[in-house]
DNA sequence: GAACCTATCT
DNA sequence: CAGATAGGTT
């Protein structure tokens, strides 16, 4: 007999599987994770659309461990959270649905661009110029159709069980719920309605900020807004990391001075999350002062990633820096 | 009707 | 529980 003969229908996920499939990912960049490409671009003998369909749905939802991951993950932790996780669930369903998303701008070098929309909440200080806000995991957004169109005046909702992903997120560390208290959200505020630059933002400890503006020339596009993000996920040697540093697309400039964002063990179901800031207004520079870094801490080992990025607002240095405004939801 | 997506089953 | 499948939606 030859090998040929596949033991069972059932792929398993091994790591190496699921490395291919993140390059994939990757590969195909944020608008295209669909399952039909991801299976050609992993292009894998056996493999069946619907099984990465499957996967990919289990990875959205988080809901995937590493072969190897399961073995450590044999200790059970649990605390009686499970409302938590029935909670989000329920909204989860709510929103579940996939929006439609335009495709635009396809020039726009973030590729964490993406923006989904589940519900429109207004939000009473930016309703006037386009805002837009946002927050998702960079990680999830891998997964996501990307790249959406954000029209103009339009306010994401910042509830954060209005996303899904959020959601979901939440119900695997206990200590997330204080941190979506702290609205993770962050306005931009285009000049001209400019649907390019989105900068997303992460998921739990965004640091809003929003320039109002004295500090910019009108140029071409001056978008006045700060908006932080950063996230990198790295699994099964896969790393997406985003780092964005004076990324200039479109015309306009993004400065956005992070140093690196966060990490994501490979175990994880995680992601950690970093705020930097980016800048996007006429400037030619990043400005130091607007540095912010959240103090990465070593998240190997997380179990509750997030409260970990908690506090740290409290030690950044912009913060008492009146170049810019900077506005906080801490609460 | 294919591809998606979520929910549910095995 | 991981992965397959059902069944609804776009």
């Not at 398993?12 to 499939?21: D, I, R, V, Y």
């Not at 749905?57 to 009686?80: A, I, T």
Request: aromatic residues 10%; proline residues 5%.
């Amino acid at each position: 007999m030859n090998k040929i003969v596949k033991r069972k229908n059932c792929t398993e996920w091994t790591e190496a599987l699921h490395a291919k499939f993140m390059e994939a990912l990757q590969l195909l960049g944020e608008g295209r994770c669909y399952p039909k490409e991801i299976l050609e671009v992993m292009n894998v003998p056996g493999l069946t659309r619907m099984q990465v369909a499957s996967h990919l749905q289990k990875c959205r939802r988080n809901d995937w461990r590493s072969p190897e991951e399961r073995k450590s993950l044999l200790r059970p932790l649990v605390q009686g959270s499970s409302s938590d996780f029935h909670e989000s669930r329920s909204s989860f369903k709510k929103f579940g649905t996939m929006p439609h998303l335009q495709i635009k701008e396809p020039n726009l070098n973030c590729n964490p661009n993406n923006t989904q929309r589940n519900s429109n909440h207004s939000f009473p200080n930016l309703s006037t110029n386009n805002t837009f806000a946002r927050e998702e995991s960079p990680f999830q957004q891998q997964f996501y159709r990307p790249q959406l169109h954000v029209q103009s005046p339009y306010l994401s909702n910042f509830n954060p069980f209005s996303n899904q992903f959020l959601s979901i997120q939440n119900t695997i560390s206990g200590g997330l719920q204080q941190q979506q208290q702290q609205r993770p959200l962050f306005g931009m505020l285009y000049s001209q309605g400019l649907q390019g630059p989105i900068i997303k933002n992460t998921n739990y400890r965004s640091d809003v900020m929003i320039n109002n503006g004295h500090h910019h020339t009108q140029s071409d596009y001056t978008l006045n807004s700060i908006v932080a993000q950063g996230a990198t996920y790295s699994g099964n040697g896969i790393v997406s990391s985003r780092n964005i540093r004076n990324e200039i697309s479109n015309g306009y400039n993004l400065n956005a001075s992070m140093d690196n964002v966060t990490s994501y063990s490979s175990n994880a179901t995680m992601y950690g999350t970093y705020v930097g800031n980016v800048a996007i207004n006429g400037l030619e520079e990043a400005n130091p002062n607007f540095q912010q870094y959240i103090g990465e801490p070593n998240i190997s080992n997380m179990n509750n990633p997030f409260q970990k990025l908690e506090t740290p607002s409290a030690s950044l240095h912009n913060e008492q820096d009146n170049d810019f405004d900077q506005v906080y939801y801490d609460d």
